[in-house]
């Protein structure tokens, strides 16, 4: 299983920007995917999460604000980012759970996951 994000970058705060995980050798269709970022000195913390039956989580910090979604098709999650803070500053990553029971599951916590991609790093300039 590989998973290899895309769409960070350097962005002015109130900007927005999309990122893109495409995973290969997956379970993609059943499997739950999750967005995580960790900050420099901080952990690793959820950002968003998405069944493999499209239902969805969202970190108290990302409602209102981002939007994941995948696409089955091409086995690609997204997470739509608007009004980006300079907060949100970290590296983001996704992961599957390889779950071929994960329709309706939105695990949260990272050791729930068995894949993670390499990150992309997102930074928003005040």
């Known amino acids: 299983v590989q998973l290899v994000e895309s769409g960070g970058g350097l962005v002015q705060a109130g900007g927005s920007l999309r990122l893109s995980c495409v995973a290969t050798?997956?379970?993609?269709?059943?499997?739950?995917m999750g967005w995580y970022r960790q900050a420099p000195g901080k952990e690793r913390e959820v950002v968003a999460v998405?069944?493999?039956?499209?239902?969805?989580y969202y970190a108290d910090s990302a409602k209102g604000r981002f939007t994941i979604s995948r696409d089955n098709a091409k086995n690609t999650v997204y997470l739509q980012m608007n009004s980006l803070k300079p907060e949100d500053t970290a590296m983001y990553y996704c992961?599957?759970?390889?779950?071929?029971?994960?329709?309706?599951?939105?695990?949260?916590?990272?050791?729930?996951?068995?894949?993670w991609g390499q990150g992309t790093q997102v930074t928003v300039s005040s």
């Open positions: 998405i069944s493999g039956g499209g239902m969805t």
């Open positions: 992961a599957t759970d390889e779950d071929p029971w994960g329709i309706a599951t939105t695990p949260t916590r990272p050791h729930e996951y068995d894949y």
């Open positions: 050798g997956s379970m993609f269709n059943t499997s739950a």
